[in-house]
């Protein structure tokens, strides 16, 4: 095998095995930290060799089964775990005698879903919020440090110092491995639920990289979601959220051209939205609102569905939508909220009563470096015909995106405003 497509091999791997993996190893190692230490050993083992072996039959259990065997070289020089280094060993045994599975039954899960455990135990209100999201989107996500920076307008050294922290605490606490009931369950929810929105948002419009979705993490966040609505059936924002990223999820494939550039809500192919979602989300939905929910995830969803209903961008009800996005300030109050109500508004009282809105937000920290500020900018300043001005708002825009897809789509509209195109 060639070593670049051995690599390539190896990180698809990675991404579709990480979350179990750690969550596995955490449920046997009690640690987070180590867990991921394990896996990221397997991992670079995998890189070593499977460029000379090939990549194995079953790649998720060769890397579990690697991580194990570290495990219990470290477990032996730590002899207050001796007993849990008999545990390990005995799972090593049993999965290397085992034959192979079923095809898509999970290696390395006995006691149910142990990714949701692993999201639990991070967010563990032992750790400040910020570092509960962050930890979860590392571990779960598979997302990079500087991903979660972005998501988040912050350093990345900021981020990287956050998770450390956040690992280091776990450990000291002595944190559980579990789902908690009852009591306990209601002060970790709403950073899990975040967690799964964020990592649903990730899928939904990377923050990096060549791809503008990324939809196995839509796919993850979607199935944790309807396992938390199992879990917690009478909170509203559960449901909320799961129609929310329902809906969302709808327009996955016509979100991304037969090039893979992104298609503006505007320009996308209506008949390319899965219906069946959308009727999955408008359920949820209807569910949430019956629970009397009025929580930001409710609200989004709402907001979601006024554009899965609307046969076309001009008939979606813009008034509505913007109404939704007030509630959702009054709420949850953000920049970025009255960003998105600014673009409702454009809609029902015109780009130039939008860009005042703009401009009320534009001086906030947090907004400095937030890319879509600027595209928005950029597209009120063209319907207003100030393609001078636009242009410049898009390429400023196109300077600060992480993904590739995004930047060439800034850099085309600065590009038509410059020369005169019409929008294509």
Known sequence: MIASDAQRAVEAVWRIEAARLIAGLTRLAGDVGLAEDLAQDAFVAALEHWPRTGVPERPGAWLMATAKRRGI??????RRFEEREAAVGHELEAAQASAAPEPGARLDDPFGDD???????????????NARVALTLRLVGGLTTAEIARAYLVPEATLAQRIVRAKRA????????????GAALGPRLASVLEVVYLIFNEGYAATAGEDWTRPELCEDALRLGRMLAELAPAEPEVHGLVALMEIQ???LRARVGADGAPV?????DRSHWDR?????GLAALERSEQLGGRGPYVLQAAIAACHA????IEDTDWRRVALLYGALAEAVPSPVVELNRAVAVSMVEGPAAALTLLDGIA??????????????RGDLLQKLGRHGEAAAAFERAAAMTGNAGERSLMLERASRCRTGRPEG
Request: charged share 25%; hydrophobic share 45%.
């Open 363 to 376: 001086g906030e920290p947090a907004m400095q470096r937030y890319h879509l500020l600027h595209g928005v």
């Open 115 to 129: 990714v949701l455990r692993l999201i639990f135990t991070a967010c563990h209100p032992v750790l400040p919020a």
């Open 276 to 280: 069946l979602l959308i009727r999955r």
């Open 249 to 251: 999820a709808s327009r």
């Open 73 to 78: 070289d470290v477990l032996r020089r730590r």
């Open 309 to 312: 209903r609307a046969p076309s």
């Open 170 to 181: 776990l450990a000291d606490a002595g944190v559980p491995f579990e789902v908690p009931a």
């Open 264 to 268: 503006r809500l505007a320009d996308q």
